[in-house]
């Protein structure tokens, strides 16, 4: 509305809010077959809280190409940081015709300083998989200086029972020198979720 009184409108003062430092982000990637439970996985670490048991298996739908999600390291057990955790999940099928890791892979893997591996205790196939996987993220990974790229082993669905041997397991981490850490957990009842949030925390949140 127009001013149509004499007095002089009122000026905006400008507001200076405090300064404060950046986040730092920490980028990783969520690696593995299809319904292994890379995307449970970060939903899991992102409420907190493992999934409700009439979840379990109920709906499965297959992430069509990338999804990214942010969580706070205080969110996982971190004090005084303003970290952030980018998450990056991608479709777990590597022969589809476009996969984020190969057509859009500076979104997927630029500045990526940690990969999650995930397999299922409950099939051998998906932990032989990572093999195929490994070797796409090395050969479409750009090295940034100062950043080291490092991977942590996870087997999922732990509750299942697993029909791993555990000598495959250890030669699979054998065999790739990059491997710093190895997860059991199940996101379904939640076992091994707080030991994962530690090594999190603890090693790439950037504390
Ligand atoms: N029993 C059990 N089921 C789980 C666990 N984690 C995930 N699931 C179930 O496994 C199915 C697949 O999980 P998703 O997280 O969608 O798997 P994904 O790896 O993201 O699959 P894609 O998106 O196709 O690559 C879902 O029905 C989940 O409820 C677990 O620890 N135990
Ligand atoms: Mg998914």
């Not at 999934?51 to 996982?76: A, D, G």
């Not at 950043?147 to 981490?173: H, W, Y």
Request: proline content about 5%; overall charge negative.
């Amino acid at each position: 509305m127009a001013n149509t009184s004499n007095t002089p409108p009122v000026k905006e003062t400008a507001t200076h809010a405090p300064i404060l430092p950046r986040s730092h982000v920490t980028k990783a990637l969520v690696a593995g077959s299809g319904a292994v439970g890379k995307t449970t996985l970060v939903r899991v670490l992102r409420d907190g809280q493992p999934l409700n048991e009439s979840n379990v298996n109920k709906e499965y739908h297959r992430t069509p190409f990338i999804e990214l999600e942010t969580i706070k390291v205080e969110r996982i057990g971190g004090t005084g940081s303003r970290g952030i955790f980018l998450l990056v999940d991608v479709a777990g099928q590597l022969d589809l015709p476009i996969h984020a890791l190969r057509d859009l892979s500076k979104l997927a893997l630029g500045g990526v300083e940690l990969v999650i591996l995930v397999f299922s205790a409950e099939d051998i196939q998906s932990l032989l998989d990572l093999k195929d996987w490994v070797s796409l993220i090395k050969t479409q990974y750009k090295e940034v200086p100062g950043k080291t790229l490092q991977f942590v082993l996870v087997m999922n669905k732990c509750d299942l029972g697993s029909c791993m041997d555990p000598e495959l397991v250890a030669r699979f981490i054998e065999s790739e020198p990059m491997i710093s850490e190895y997860f059991e957990l199940s996101c379904a009842n939640g076992e091994g979720i707080s030991e994962l949030q530690s090594w999190l925390v603890e090693n790439v949140s950037g504390e």
